[in-house]
């Protein structure tokens, strides 16, 4: 009999990028370079540093005025530097002021946030990096920022990586999601899971509640109902979970399902919620859709939509598509007019 012999990475995502009918080579050689990448940053967070200063500000501004910490400038140029190995034309990361050529005449276009969940460095949580592969378009040479411009439908591939008490890999060529966990010893990544498909019928939600007071109508009434648990018009308890870091809550809602949301509220500076939609929000509601999942601004599929800057935000629901539903009924129904519960408005 045969011995069972383990595919690796690049077998798989090559079988995979067959199935979804496209070009393979070089998104699976980017995506094998950011893997050497995330080894990298997983060990170097796992190693205390002499001084411990990780987590600490190093008192530049990233593009989008928040300050950064040492490991998002380690990130980014691990990040940066795996994409340019691979042969990367557009660049935009979290950390870049704006779009980049880094390799003229690439094919593949890179949108990344190198370290998402930053706060939670300096407290030992979960951290990650987030990317989108796009192709690059005609004229991205002249203009990198036409590669960012594309409605998510262009993304080829999206993944994460979380470093956690492992180091995981999630990730999707447009069939179906897998993850893969890193090997400390060998670096290499081994797969953990095949196909994900959210288990659907989740009873769990995430969301900052201390942004309470700033929310819109529709986000209330879910919160509302869900709070209200058996007692309330949904009939069934609902738990909650908050990570800190979206990787880490997405990570979960594709084991066990529920909802995740960064909505819009009105806080200044909050109308379009606080993610970003090319390399945050676009990458991961390209992972929940391959799973069975949807995701949504509360009006739009987020994958239909386009940034017209790069670093534009986006509000953010995703999720179990029963519950993403229920959150985008309730968006579309005018205020004046809202159903009683949640469940009214499901059932029609
Ligand atoms: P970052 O990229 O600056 O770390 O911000 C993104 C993170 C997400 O991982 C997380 O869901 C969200 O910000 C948390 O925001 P808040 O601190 O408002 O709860
Ligand atoms: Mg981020």
């Not at 530049?60 to 380690?74: C, T």
């Not at 797969?191 to 007071?213: D, H, K, Q, Y």
Request: proline content about 5%; glycine content about 12%; overall charge negative.
């Amino acid at each position: 009999m045969l011995a069972h012999r383990v595919r690796s990475l690049s077998e798989i995502l090559t079988d995979r990028a067959r199935e979804a009918g496209g070009r393979s080579g070089e998104t699976i050689s980017l995506i094998e370079g950011l893997c050497g990448a995330a080894a990298q940053l997983a060990q170097r967070v796992a190693t205390p540093a002499a001084d411990g200063s990780l987590g600490d500000y190093v008192g530049a501004a990233n593009s989008d005025g928040d300050h950064q910490r040492l490991l998002d400038i380690v990130a980014e140029e691990l990040c940066q530097k795996a994409a340019a190995g691979a042969g990367v034309g557009p660049y935009l990361s979290e950390e870049t002021d704006g779009p980049l050529t880094l390799v003229r005449g690439g094919r593949l276009a890179l949108a990344i946030d190198p370290l998402d969940g930053s706060s939670n460095i300096a407290v030992n949580g979960v951290i990650g990096s987030i990317f989108a592969i796009f192709p690059a378009p005609q004229g991205a040479d002249r203009d990198p920022g036409l590669a960012f411009a594309q409605t998510g439908r262009g993304v080829i591939a999206a993944g994460f990586f979380m470093y956690g008490p492992q180091t995981r890999l999630v990730v999707s060529v447009g069939a179906g999601v897998d993850i893969f966990a890193l090997d400390p010893a060998s670096r290499g990544f081994v797969l953990m899971e095949e196909r994900v498909r959210l288990p659907g019928g989740g009873r769990e939600f995430a969301i900052n509640a201390a942004n309470a007071r700033y929310w819109r109508e529709p986000v209330r009434r879910y919160i509302d109902d869900c709070l209200a648990g058996a007692d309330g018009p949904r009939g069934e308890n609902f738990n909650m979970r908050w990570a800190g870091s979206m990787v880490a809550d997405v990570y979960r809602i594709l084991g066990r399902g529920g909802v995740f949301l960064y909505p819009a509220d009105v806080r200044p500076g909050y109308e379009r919620g606080r993610l970003r939609l090319v390399y945050e929000a676009l990458p991961m509601a390209f992972l929940v859709e391959q799973a069975g999942g949807a995701a949504t601004d509360g009006d739009t599929a987020i994958l239909d939509l386009s940034a017209a800057k790069p670093h534009q935000r986006a509000p953010v629901i995703l999720g179990d598509a029963d519950e993403v539903a229920i959150l985008r009924s309730l968006h579309m129904t005018p205020q004046d007019q809202f159903p009683r519960t949640s469940r009214l408005s499901v059932a029609g």
